[in-house]
């Protein structure tokens, strides 16, 4: 028995896969597929995990993948179980004492609980646990084997995880001085995304934000070291993989930037407009849960249904990246093709305005209803979300909050337009009142040291709690009261000649089609200049020195594979109308789209050959510490198909608005213990 990560035979890890079908295929066939008997009667096994890894495995796999690989059954190691002495057992488990210590117990003894056991441990183990199991002579034959899968991380999307270490913001970002706790955070973190770059088989060039000070009577403070200190953690664990992992790449093969919350603090407080983000933001789901109401079969109240927005919804994969509007109108002309062109809604209407019905009409009604029924559930489904969606905007009046969001990003607004905007809409509700403000410190930081804050939070009769959430703000971005506002340990200089207010810039070669899609998240223009070798060395640090093939002259790598358009087309300011007329071809049955890739280039992944992604560049990743949002997500699915690299999200967290906030409230109140980040 040996302690080696597998060799993965049954994957080519050189022909390109997008992330998440990676990690899928890493569970499914290396794990599960290769957990085989000598022994014919063993077909049927059991699969026992932590609480980690059983969330590893729901936001990697369907349960029915993981039955279709002979598992009838999946169990809590931390729970007491039934013997099951003639089935195989493949436990998934994180290498901790605990874990191990329970291994054992099941495995000891005359009665094992099963016939023989593989263990699969989701990140690296100690030596120290390894002797430990090899002194248990009775279990040591009973393992038919034992290996570090090196998967400890969660897919939330196909281009992005989290490393599930959400809380870690209470501590990270408090504290000035050197923090236990939140080393010992930030080596949970480095764990668990060292395990991406195992699984995939990728070694990255690693850069980071650095830590700067604007004055140099000004420390540094352990927050100001966040992305340092990770990074560092980071290459010490792939360093460790280049020497212990068969067939791990040498030489750098992809690319690395880690940011902090610093980095954009108005990407999770502003209100996004595309269809995904509006359904998390306004709906109040839980994750990617959403609660469809539908008529009762039986005249009675409505049946509640449970359903996950995922990628196997394909109008949640054409339309979650559109605008609101443009999904609406969409949706409007999927309705109107489906209940005109459809063959069964044709005969059904046709039965309602008293027509006879000839048997073939039935015939034909047999042979399109189950067709007609899922169809017709799919796009009902997205036509309630969408209808509640846009009740909301009309009742919440989100459409002027959303203009003058975007007005103070862009330096086009100030005070005076927040203090009148605050006295002609006292019915706002408090949650959009106090987004509003935190835009507004976020962007007029100096403005937090005199009175006028206080005022305009005064005139949006907001409670001392949103006040405080406010004056945190500063926390984000190293600010304290002993420092001047001026102060920053961080600043972007893509443009020194911009407004002293904006905090974005109209972008070039880009033409806003629908009101308020003119915002952008900075991490889109931080990826741009990394791909194209333009981040500043100074501002993003190197880890490790590239090797000197690493940015050699293929285009994949160093510049986009389709390039900008024309200077002369501009981001128009307020041109694009909130809903606008189109021409779109769909098919007759008013299901499929057009070319989804016109409307929501960031999916175009799914559309492409394998003769395609085999020419993709170079992946590039990207890790936030402290939360990344919607629009960071949407951001890389886009650039994917512009730079013709996929293009990987990282964070500890992925928040909607709400949660972010809820974040920044805590920030003030008592720390919390390392016992509430799950290692």
């Known amino acids: 028995m040996s302690m080696s990560e597998s060799d993965s035979a049954s994957l080519v890890y050189n022909g390109f896969r997008n992330f998440r079908n990676v990690t899928r295929e890493r569970l499914l066939y290396e794990m599960l597929r290769n957990t085989k008997s000598t022994d014919a009667r063993l077909t049927w096994k059991v699969l026992i995990l932590d609480k980690i890894t059983l969330k590893i495995m729901s936001h990697s796999c369907k349960m029915p993948e993981i039955t279709g690989e002979d598992v009838s059954l999946l169990e809590n190691i931390n729970k007491r179980r039934q013997p099951l002495p003639n089935m195989l057992a493949i436990y998934f488990v994180q290498p901790t004492e605990e874990n191990v210590v329970l291994f054992l117990s099941d495995m000891a003894g ?25 002194r248990d002579s009775t279990v040591l034959p009973r393992i038919g084997g034992l290996r570090e899968m090196n998967l400890e991380y969660f897919p939330i999307d196909s281009q992005a995880f989290i490393t599930n270490t959400g809380k870690a913001m209470d501590e990270l970002f408090v504290d000035e001085s050197s923090s236990i706790k939140g080393d010992e955070y930030l080596t949970v973190m480095a764990t668990r995304i060292a395990t991406v770059f195992a699984s995939l088989r990728e070694f990255p060039f690693v850069r980071y934000r650095a830590a700067k000070s604007l004055e140099l009577d000004t420390m540094i403070t352990y927050r100001d070291l966040l992305p340092t200190k990770l990074a560092a953690n980071i290459w010490n664990s792939l360093t460790k ?4 992992i068969a067939n791990f790449p040498q030489k750098e093969t992809c690319e690395l930037l880690i940011l902090d919350r610093s980095i954009d603090q108005i990407a999770p407080i502003i209100h996004e407009w595309t269809y995904d983000a509006m359904c998390h933001d306004l709906l109040k789901m839980e994750g990617n849960k959403y609660v469809h109401e539908v008529p009762s079969k039986t005249g009675g109240n409505p049946e509640k249904k449970d359903i ?7 109008i949640w994969l054409e339309l979650r990246h ?46 399109a209803l189950p067709q007609y ?45 927040v203090i009148n905007f605050l006295r002609s809409k006292p019915d706002v509700t408090s949650d959009n009142k106090l987004r509003l403000l935190l835009i507004y410190a976020a962007i007029h930081g100096n403005k937090l040291e005199n009175d006028k804050l206080k005022k305009l939070m005064e005139l949006a009769k907001l409670p001392d709690e949103d006040m405080n959430a406010v004056y945190t703000m500063r926390k984000l971005d190293g600010s304290s009261d002993t420092k001047k506002s001026s102060m920053r340990p961080f600043t972007l200089k893509f443009n020194v000649n911009r407004r002293k207010s904006s905090f974005r810039k109209d972008r070039p070669g880009e033409e806003v089609t629908w009101q308020l899609s003119r915002f952008y998240p900075l991490v889109e223009e ?98 936030i510490i402290g939360g990344a949002t919607r629009s960071e997500l949407r951001a890389c699915h886009k650039l994917t198909a512009k730079l013709n690299r996929e293009i990987v999200l990282g964070s500890t967290s992925l928040d909607d608005p709400l949660q972010f906030i809820k974040r920044l409230k805590k920030l003030n109140e008592d720390d919390i213990s390392i016992d509430d980040i799950e290692i």
Request: hydrophobic share 30%.
């Open 322 to 367: 559109a605008h609101i509007a443009d999904a609406s109108e969409r949706l409007h002309d999927k309705m109107t093709k489906f209940a005109t062109k459809n063959k069964a809604a044709q005969i059904r209407q046709g039965s309602r305005d008293g027509g006879d019905m000839s048997t073939r009409d039935l015939r034909n009604i047999v042979e």
């Open 308 to 314: 996950i927005l995922e990628d196997h919804d394909p």
């Open 526 to 623: 931080l990826i741009e200049k990394l791909s194209q070798g333009e981040l500043s060395k100074t501002d993003f640090s190197c880890m490790n020195d590239p090797t000197p093939t690493f940015h050699g002259t293929s285009p994949a790598v160093t510049a986009p594979l389709i390039q900008p358009q024309d200077a002369h087309s501009v981001r128009s300011r307020r041109t694009g109308t909130w809903a606008r007329p189109r021409a779109a071809s769909q098919s007759d049955d008013g299901y499929s789209s057009d070319s989804t890739l016109r409307h929501a280039v960031t999916d175009s992944m799914l559309r492409r050959t394998s003769s395609e992604f085999r020419k993709m560049g170079q992946r590039i990743f990207v890790f």
């Open 241 to 244: 993989y280049k020497s212990n």
């Open 373 to 417: 029924n899922e169809q017709y559930d799919k796009l009902s489904l997205h036509v309630d979300i969408a209808a509640k969606v846009n009740k909301i905007i009309r009742e919440s009046e989100l459409k002027e909050l959303g203009q003058l969001e975007q007005d103070l990003v862009f330096g086009d607004a100030g005070t005076k337009e």
């Open 110 to 134: 005359k009665n094992p609980l099963y016939k023989k056991a593989f263990v699969f441990f989701s990140s690296p183990i100690s030596r120290e646990l390894i002797n430990y199991i090899k």
